[in-house]
């Protein structure tokens, strides 16, 4: 069914224009395309030559959800490693370095530091996510970093994923994040469920290090190559 907006403003002018669509359905692209398409890239990467972690993953999706049935949403919760292996990605890789812009809308006090009015804020993220005080070997991949001892996801208020943010934080913050997580939850686990990622025959594959990453706005992946081998 399509509907047409015929609301304007005092002036006349439509509240919905061809315009604003245009936009809207950019920005989604823009902001919701090349961010997941990076993850993943990032994650896929590190696990074609890390073989016990491909191998513990895809355990854990054979022990939940089995090679009978596609993986669903309701799966998330009984996937610990796989969450964390996702989170984990989102932290390392950080590869919105710095977030959107903001101003303040008020004089406000951050870390007692008083902060006019009007002034811009740059949200820092990298350092956010690799400091050694939130995050213990910030610059290792570490894909249990999530897990508490139980092998469960530390909850959302455990101070460790109060301090990931790759999503930004408050009123602004990302509105594709629960998007986001879910689709790369279905991803990962159809593909762990479907085929094993290996090292290419023919070329040499080097661990994935943060410098397998262009500088830029949104950071993009350099192009490397794998191999996919059918499960059974
Ligand atoms: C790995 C995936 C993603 C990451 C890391 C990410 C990160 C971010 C960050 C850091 C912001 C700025 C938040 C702030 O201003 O503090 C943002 C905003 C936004 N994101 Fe995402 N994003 C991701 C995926 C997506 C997806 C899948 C969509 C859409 C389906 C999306 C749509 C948006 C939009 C529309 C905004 C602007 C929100 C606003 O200004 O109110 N993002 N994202």
């Known amino acids: 069914m399509m509907a047409k907006v015929t609301e304007t403003d005092k002036d006349g002018r439509p509240l919905l224009s061809s315009v604003n669509v245009k936009a809207a ?3 989604l692209v823009s902001a919701g395309y090349n961010t997941t398409r990076v993850t993943l890239l990032s994650l896929v990467h590190i696990l074609a030559t890390r073989p016990e972690l491909r191998k513990l993953l895809q355990t854990e999706v054979d022990n939940v959800i089995g090679s009978n049935r596609k993986p669903t949403l309701r799966d998330i ?3 610990s490693l796989i969450e964390s292996v996702l989170l984990e990605t989102l932290r390392y890789i950080s590869h919105i370095p710095l977030s959107v812009f903001h101003f303040t809308a008020d004089d406000c006090q951050i870390n007692g530091y008083t902060i006019q009015k009007g002034t811009t804020i740059i949200p820092n993220l990298w350092t956010a996510h690799h400091n050694d005080k939130d995050f213990e070997h910030p610059y290792t991949f570490i894909p249990d970093r999530f897990l508490d001892k139980s092998g469960n996801l530390v909850t959302a208020t455990d101070p460790l994923r109060e301090s990931l943010m790759p999503f930004g934080v408050g009123k602004r913050s990302c509105i594709g994040e629960v ?3 879910s689709r790369m939850f279905l ?5 762990m469920q479907t085929a094993t990622i290996e ?5 040499n594959l080097v661990e994935f290090g943060l410098d397998d990453l262009n ?11 794998i191999k996919f081998v059918m499960r059974q």
């Open 25 to 27: 359905l950019l920005n």
């Open 199 to 203: 090292k290419p025959d023919s070329e």
């Open 215 to 225: 500088p830029g706005l949104v950071m993009h992946s350099k192009p490397y190559k």
């Open 77 to 79: 919760e009984n996937c």
């Open 179 to 181: 998007f986001d997580i």
């Open 187 to 191: 991803f990962l686990t159809t593909l």
